[in-house]
């Protein structure tokens, strides 16, 4: 058995040798009503699926939502307004640090550069001359205020 290939003799018909190809091309399939009925249940299933997250996104989407409820009854006319509702807050602890801790969360989300308070003045950035003429102005500017 040296150098022996198991090859399946070729035939002269074009059609049967395409036939002998597709029927080793179909894989675990049998054939190819087997190989179309499992595409066809596969894209159902997927249909099935995608509608299901579309479902599911959806319904997420609005668990998301901000709802507009307003907790705190609004007061009657004249009642607590303008420096009566501030004295009010600064009066209730709670309020306060909720109003504070809110603040806050929001200035730490909003994060800038931190600003240089006191120290070292920032001096102002020279004046570079382009020209021969700009640089004896400069040094006459310059000579007058040594004198």
Partial sequence: ???TNDLKPTTADPAEAERENAATDLGKFRDVRALLDAYNSLEAEFTRRSQR???LEKAEK???APV???TAPNPPQGQLQGAALLEAAQNDEEVKAA??????LKASKNRGVPIVTGGVN?????KTPVSVREAG??????????S
Avoid: C, G, H, W
Avoid at 122 to 126: C, D, H, L, Q, W
Avoid at 137 to 146: I, V
């Fill in 137 to 146: 102005e400069l040094a006459k500017q310059f000579l007058n205020k040594r």
């Fill in 1 to 3: 058995m040296d150098n």
């Fill in 122 to 126: 920032v001096p102002a950035r020279k």
């Fill in 62 to 64: 609005e668990d998301d």
């Fill in 53 to 55: 997250l579309r479902e």
């Fill in 68 to 70: 507009a409820t307003d």
């Fill in 99 to 104: 109003i504070i801790s809110e603040y806050l």
